[in-house]
């Protein structure tokens, strides 16, 4: 009678298993053309430039930034972060609420089986290192938001002090948010060179494999 080498069979079933491709989240795209998408967030940004009683201003350097955004928004790209860089008051803001405005105004079903509509929360990150201090199950629900724009990224504490425990409030929300591939837009005023230093190389190297990159290089879009 031949006898069965269970640990090879084993090993050859966890091959096999391990062999196979891996199945990756679709991340979120706007049912739009790419020039329909341009069109509808430069429309969002001049309502909340205007909004706030200020003159929008058309430029070549906007215009750019609009076309990146749209095809990371409506590409098919692996990604399923986008992080905006750049200065004080050159519009990066701005277009995550467009963004968000676009998703209210349109209604988009999450699938054709549920009612469930697509919408993003915005929060800063100084708030969200405080409210994993001050109110723990808040700060761990919007970690799982089906989708996130952490405003003012780089501007928060790397840790809070909580009863003794120390707790690091962006960086485990990120790391939440990348091993579930979770929709996340971060706007920065740090470079993409400055994240490793502020971050270490566990986050920049996480960042950088989740996240697609548009540099916002004017001053600003705005008059005073």
Known sequence: MQQINQPTMLADLLESQLSRPATTKERFRLPFSKDDTVRVLLAGVKAEVERRDKTFIM?????TQTEQIAEWLTGDHSK?????????????????KAFQQILNKFEIKVDDYYSERYSI????????????????DEWRDISYKRMLAIDDFGTEPLEVMDYGNILYPITDLLTTRYDRHLFTILTTNLTPQEIRPRYGDRIADRLN???GKVIFANSTYRTP
């Open 59 to 63: 430029s070549e350097a906007l215009l």
């Open 80 to 96: 399923f972060g986008l992080m905006l860089c750049g200065g004080c008051g050159n519009g990066k803001t701005t277009f995550v």
């Open 121 to 136: 929360r915005i929060v800063n990150a100084r708030d969200l290192a405080r409210l994993c201090k001050e109110d723990y």
């Open 209 to 211: 494999e989740m996240m």
